[in-house]
C-alpha cells in the first residue's frame, strides 16, 4: 500500500521544486500563505507549518509584515567547507585555471551500483529492454562532469561530479572552464546538510595521467555528498596529488 505523503509535506517538495527549477531564485518573494493554501486546498495552519520547517531548514525567510523569500544558501560546515578552489588559488596570489575533460548525461542504465546507491535510484528505473530506444531509456537522470584544476600550470586538483540532472537541470550547460560548480551548486539548489571522507590512495593510471604524476603515487581523496530535501543533490570525488596539496584549519 502506498503512503500518503502530508499535505504539509507535498507543499514544502513544490516548493523545493520551484527553486530547484529556478522558478524561485534567492532573494526572491514566494505566493503567500492565502495563495498556497486555496493552491493545494488545505488550511492556513497547514501552509504555515510547512513555511516554519522549511525556515528552520533555512531554505525560507520569513520577513515580519514583508512575507516569506528564499533564503540566501550558506553551507554549514565542521573541518571541510564548500570552497572554490579558484577563490583560494588566486588569493594565495597563484594562477588558476580549469580545463572541462568531459561532461554528460547519464541514463539510468549506465549508472553503476555506487551511484546507484548514492542517489537511490532503484533497478525499477532501468529498462526492462535496455537496447529498446525508449523516451524514459533516453531520460537523464545525472549530469557528470570531470575537470582538472591546475595552479600555476600545475595540476593540483581532479574533480569528478555527479548532479541529480532533475533538481539542477542546467548544470551540464555551464561553462565550468569559467564557472565552479561548487559555486553554481549552492547558487541554485538549497544545500541542508553533507557528509564527507577523506582518504590516502593510490593514484589509478587514468587519475595519475590527469594529475600528471607516476601511477600508484600517494594522492589525497575527498569524497563529499551534499543533499537537499533529504535527497542527494550532488556527490563529488576531488583526486589530489598529495606531494601539492594539504588539508588544513583551525580549531
Not at 601511477?215 to 583526486?239: C, D, E, H, I, N
Amino acid at each position: 500500500m502506498t503512503k500518503t505523503i502530508p499535505a504539509y509535506q507535498r507543499i514544502k517538495n513544490a516548493i523545493l521544486d520551484n527553486i530547484h527549477s529556478g522558478k524561485w531564485q534567492a532573494g526572491n518573494a514566494i505566493s503567500t500563505e492565502m495563495a498556497l493554501a486555496e493552491e493545494f486546498g488545505v488550511s492556513r495552519m497547514t501552509v504555515n507549518r510547512a513555511l516554519k520547517e522549511l525556515s528552520e531548514e533555512r531554505v525560507l525567510e520569513r520577513r515580519q509584515g514583508s512575507g516569506t523569500f528564499v533564503a540566501q544558501q550558506q553551507f554549514n560546515h565542521t573541518f571541510v567547507e564548500v570552497r572554490n578552489i579558484a577563490e583560494d588559488l588566486k588569493s594565495a596570489n597563484r594562477d588558476y585555471e580549469a580545463q572541462v575533460v568531459s561532461k554528460r548525461a547519464i541514463t539510468a542504465d549506465m549508472l553503476d551500483n555506487e551511484l546507484r546507491r548514492k542517489f537511490g535510484i532503484g533497478e525499477k528505473s532501468v529498462p526492462v529492454n535496455a537496447s529498446a530506444q525508449t523516451d524514459a531509456s533516453d531520460e537523464a537522470v545525472l549530469y557528470e562532469v570531470k575537470i582538472i584544476h591546475f595552479a600555476d600550470g600545475q595540476p593540483i586538483q581532479f574533480e569528478e561530479r555527479w548532479v541529480d540532472a532533475k533538481k539542477v537541470p542546467k548544470f551540464i550547460d555551464q561553462d565550468f572552464s569559467v564557472v565552479n560548480t561548487s559555486d553554481y551548486l549552492i547558487a541554485k539548489s538549497p544545500l541542508e546538510s553533507g557528509s564527507y571522507t577523506i582518504r590516502a590512495l593510490a593514484a589509478p593510471n587514468e587519475i595519475a595521467e590527469f594529475l600528471q604524476i607516476a601511477p600508484q603515487s600517494p594522492t589525497l581523496v575527498l569524497r563529499r555528498q551534499t543533499y537537499s530535501a533529504g535527497q542527494v543533490v550532488t556527490f563529488v570525488k576531488m583526486w589530489h596529488a598529495g606531494a601539492r596539496y594539504q588539508f588544513s584549519g583551525e580549531l
